[in-house]
């Protein structure tokens, strides 16, 4: 479908998948964790910083960067590739999620959605066409189909008017892709159909009937919890082509991603190792840190002595806790980067346990290590 866009499995380990995504601008290797720019940047951090911590591919948002400073306005600047000084692959989401948990006065038609910024109170319309028009100016290496993310908790036959919506709309998104794309970018399909087994198999062969370079699964991690996640995981995952990437959206935990990889998933997105790190929590091996809490002050350990992350070796929990105190600037800049080294740092151990065939005995192992511990974490 797409010579310049290619994923090639290299072992596989139970349920788990080693593999390549290889892109004009790079190969992306998975599983795969990708830092969220929702805005042209991942915050709190240089993009040269975000490429040292070994990470492949970043994320950029279409309604965020719609809004302000304008798709137009990126393409005009030549791109967001260079607007914000990255040159390795790019994924943008398509603004469907945004659209209904942020904007204001939104209306749901078969046509799209029109809203409310959330910003400034301007009146924008969304449709299928327009989001993918807006990926192809911002110049993403992976897009996604415009969808509307099902609710949790949400009745089935509201799930099922949401899921078959989405296949409508996915038809039109790859329709408009063959109109603006360039060689080499690609469009992934994404499974709706909250937490109805029925619903996700729908869905999933829906987009297989369309033909799709990835596959996501969407409206997940939003308020169904851990458990009710996952076996949706063991009900999707089977449904979806061996030969495809699979990309599970915003999730999530430490502990999230080793659970999805065992289950086939090869793609993440998560604000949550920057979000926390701006709020003063750290992950590490031994689970995390929370650098608030009053009984670092005095310690002079640094977040983990062993890291080849110079932001959680060279840096005393005393000194990042009298930063989160005195508001510095430096204390997101230097936990945030803790963070992001720390989820590429466990996908990259994930990987060379699978290609080593002991990825179920890794996993049990460190979820072991990662389970909540007393030492300062709230």
């Known amino acids: 479908m797409n010579k310049d866009f290619r994923f090639q499995l290299s072992a596989k380990n139970g349920g788990a998948r080693l593999g390549e995504i290889s892109t004009p601008r790079g190969v992306i290797r998975t599983p795969a964790f990708m830092p969220v720019g929702t805005a042209g940047t991942v915050k709190a951090m240089l993009p040269g910083t975000v490429r040292e911590t070994g990470a492949d591919i970043v994320l950029g948002n279409t309604y965020h960067l719609m809004l302000r400073p304008g798709a137009e306005e990126v393409a005009a600047l030549g791109g967001l590739h260079k607007f914000m000084n990255w040159d390795r692959p790019i994924l943008t989401d398509s603004g469907g999620f945004q659209v209904m948990s942020l904007a204001k006065l939104r209306k749901i038609s078969e046509s799209g959605v029109t809203f409310q910024s959330h910003i400034d109170g301007s009146a924008h319309e969304l449709t299928p066409e327009r989001s993918i028009e807006i990926q192809c ?86 308020g169904e919890g851990q458990e009710m996640m996952l076996e949706t995981l063991a009900v999707t995952v089977p449904g979806l082509p061996e030969d495809k990437p699979r990309y599970l959206m915003g999730v999530g935990t430490p502990q999230d991603l080793i659970l999805s990889v065992a289950r086939g998933i090869d793609m993440f997105d998560c604000v949550m190792p920057t979000r926390s790190g701006r709020h003063g929590q750290v992950f590490t091996w031994d689970g995390k840190i929370n650098l608030r809490n009053a009984k670092f002050a005095d310690d002079p350990r640094p977040i983990d002595e062993t890291s080849s992350c110079p932001a959680a070796r060279d840096y005393s929990r005393a000194y990042l806790h009298h930063l989160i105190k005195s508001r510095e600037y430096l204390a997101p800049m230097l936990m945030s980067w803790a963070n992001v080294h720390f989820y590429q740092e466990l996908m990259r151990e994930m990987r060379a346990a699978i290609g080593e065939g002991r990825f179920e005995a890794f996993a049990d192992e460190t979820l072991e290590r990662l389970n909540p511990r007393d030492d300062g974490e709230e």
């Open 137 to 222: 100016l911002l110049g993403a290496d992976i897009q996604m189909v415009f969808d509307e993310c099902t609710p949790y908790p949400c009745e089935r036959e509201q799930a099922k008017e949401s899921m078959e919506l989405s296949m409508r709309w996915a038809v039109r998104s790859r329709e408009a892709f063959a109109k603006y794309a360039k060689p080499g970018q690609a469009l992934f399909g994404i499974v709706q159909g909250g937490v109805y087994p029925e619903l996700r198999s729908a869905s999933a062969q829906a987009l297989l009937d369309i033909g799709f370079e990835g596959y996501a699964v969407g409206g997940l991690a939003v």
